[in-house]
């Protein structure tokens, strides 16, 4: 896994000739767990009509209390390395910035003047270069992998490599260069610890567990990670996977940060581009091709977007149980599901009079109570 790298960023049918939504994400509910940057996230998904539920899973410390920053800086000024790896646009500048606050900005620009840089990707190039400094090799794929292999092609026995850090460390890439014979300085210009307001994320993860969340958004792999410990600490890790495997889309912003969910089963969306952009377009793109549902009744035209029901363009108000149990008679679009069927997706255990209230529930609800039809000692449908 190359975790060196940074924070990375749908139908039962589709109306011939409708124009695409003004707000694509109406009536569904994302979680954001970003820090950096969540308010451009989050302002750019409710735009689009989401509700957002945003749970930092974790922060970037402060510059001011990372002595060790300054520590590690200190001995790479010293080292005077042969060459360096830039891994994120974010990590250069801060880097720099921290240097100037302590006065020894001057001379970590003058250490990696004289080294040979490699930058993992456009963003961290453009810092470099903002920085007066020069690169010499770029990753053809955004990766640090990529980048150690370039420099392992040249040869770097004898030779001392300053690493760039991102807050989560991929030591296989570290222990690579290692073995091959140099001498690795790394720095890390941030890194992560718990955010304020900690009981923000354990709702969120109570929202995906109950089904009570259409996607969530990753921007970093250590945000992943705090999820999971977090998740094993409330008891609730294997419900956790099993609702992002099954009712919940993942959806980050490059393939470091999806490799965690990777290794735990769950196949996350990413965009072709790694970046924020892509990543909202691939959301809207895949939630209007999956899971907004349309079907032309006797009732009138419906329209089932996430949490948010039209009938003939008025919206309709549904609790959660029978709006759960109207998504599944329309995915059927029409075909009858048996009430054991049903009861099973409602978790009402087999429970008649259970099924019968909601079933009353959502009629009671509808325009046209008509529109749920009950077939006689089978089940029931929706009236096309």
Known sequence: ??????????????????????????????????????????????????????????????????????????????????????????????????????????????????????????????????????????????????????????????????????????????????????????????????????????RLIEAACSGNLDVLTFTSAPAVDAMWSTAHEMGVYKQLIESLKTTVTTAVVGPVTAQPLLDAGV????????????????VCEHLALNHVRRLDTRSGNIELRGRSLRIDGQPVELAPAPLLLLRALLGAGGAVLSRESLSDLLELRGSVHALDMTVSRLRSSLPDGRLVETVVKRGYRIRV
């Open 267 to 282: 196949t996350p969306l990413i965009p072709e581009r790694f970046r924020m952009g892509a990543l909202i377009r691939l």
């Open 1 to 202: 896994m190359n975790a060196l790298a940074p924070a990375e960023t749908p139908q039962l049918e589709e109306v011939p000739g409708q124009e695409a939504s003004d707000s694509p994400l109406e009536g569904f509910r994302i979680g954001v767990t970003s820090h950096r940057r969540s308010r451009d996230l989050i302002e750019a998904l409710e735009r689009r009509g989401a509700e957002v539920l945003h749970a930092p899973a974790l922060k970037i410390a402060p510059v001011q209390e990372d002595i060790r920053l300054i520590e590690d800086t200190r001995a790479i000024i010293a080292a005077r390395p042969d060459l360096c790896i830039a891994t994120t646009a974010y990590g250069m500048r801060r880097w720099c910035e921290a240097a100037d606050s302590f006065g020894i900005g001057e001379e970590l620009l003058e250490t990696l003047g004289a080294c040979r840089m490699f930058v993992r990707g456009p963003k961290a190039r453009g810092a470099v270069r903002a920085a007066g400094l020069a690169d010499v090799g770029i990753s053809s794929d955004e990766t640090t992998a990529t980048l150690v292999d370039m420099l392992l092609a040249e040869g770097v026995r004898g030779k001392t490599v300053a690493v760039q850090l991102h807050g989560y460390t991929d030591v296989r890439q570290l222990e690579r260069l290692r073995m091959s014979g140099a001498t690795v300085l790394t720095v890390t210009p941030y890194r992560w610890v718990k955010p304020d307001g900690e009981d923000r994320l354990p």
